[in-house]
């Protein structure tokens, strides 16, 4: 399955933007969808996740912030970000927890004023 991130941008700190993860398959079989990011010299960390269900974890230095949230039937899930922090400039890319796929482009979110 192929996993696109898009809806990145440059965003003033305080502000919030929503990224899009469109799979090119059923993400149905995937129990678990995750949000990952890669900040410059930083290794790739998760964000967040999603079960099948719509059960959500969140590292805490998203946690009040970021919310997750997919469409099984469309093949896409969804980062809602807001009250953005410089610290949360990263490219971002979404992806399956427990059964990974092949690494998409990723999109860039950059916090800065």
């Known amino acids: 399955v192929q996993l696109q991130a898009s809806g990145g941008g440059l965003v003033q700190p305080g502000g919030s933007l929503r990224l899009s993860c469109a799979a090119s398959?059923?993400?149905?079989?995937?129990?678990?969808m995750g949000w990952y990011r890669q900040a410059p010299g930083k290794q790739r960390e998760l964000v967040g996740s999603?079960?099948?269900?719509?059960?959500?974890a969140y590292v805490d230095s998203v946690k009040g912030r970021f919310t997750i949230s997919r469409d099984n039937a469309k093949n896409m899930v969804y980062l809602q970000m807001n009250s953005l922090k410089p610290e949360d400039t990263a490219v971002y890319y979404c992806?399956?927890?427990?059964?990974?796929?092949?690494w998409g482009q990723g999109t860039q979110v950059t916090v800065s004023s």
């Open positions: 999603i079960t099948t269900g719509g059960n959500t």
């Open positions: 398959g059923s993400i149905f079989r995937f129990s678990v």
């Open positions: 992806n399956s927890v427990y059964d990974r796929q092949p």
